[in-house]
């Protein structure tokens, strides 16, 4: 059974930080493409930062620079380091998992307070 499990959500002041992970089991983690996405209340889930099995990485335009996605295979783990938090980073982050078929995490709620 595949899980994507999320974890390091909170709320924090505007200009702080969190870091979010996401821990897979069921999965050969390695060769598969990770991103995370967010989701606010009453807009589109949108994506927020990739990486692929080959470690590219593609931002958003609205976190490059501020935030940071990163992999341990060995822990089959992925990571989102976000820094000067903005409260329009307000939002539930789900975790993404792709190789040929798609799964997603359950999602951790960031707030970010003005």
């Known amino acids: 059974q595949v899980q994507l499990v999320e974890s390091g959500g909170g709320l924090v002041q505007a200009g702080g930080s969190l870091r979010l992970s996401c821990t897979a089991s069921?999965?050969?983690?390695?060769?598969?493409?990770m991103a995370w996405y967010r989701q606010a209340p009453g807009k589109q889930r949108e994506l927020v930062a990739l990486i692929t099995s080959e470690n590219i990485i593609n931002y958003s335009d609205f976190v490059k620079g501020r935030f940071t996605i990163s992999r341990d295979n060995a822990k089959n783990t992925v990571y989102l380091q976000m820094n000067s938090l903005k409260p329009e980073d307000t939002a539930v982050y789900y975790c993404y998992a792709n190789y040929f078929t798609r799964f997603w995490g359950q999602g951790t709620q960031v707030t970010v307070s003005s």
């Open positions: 069921g999965i050969t983690f390695r060769r598969f493409e």
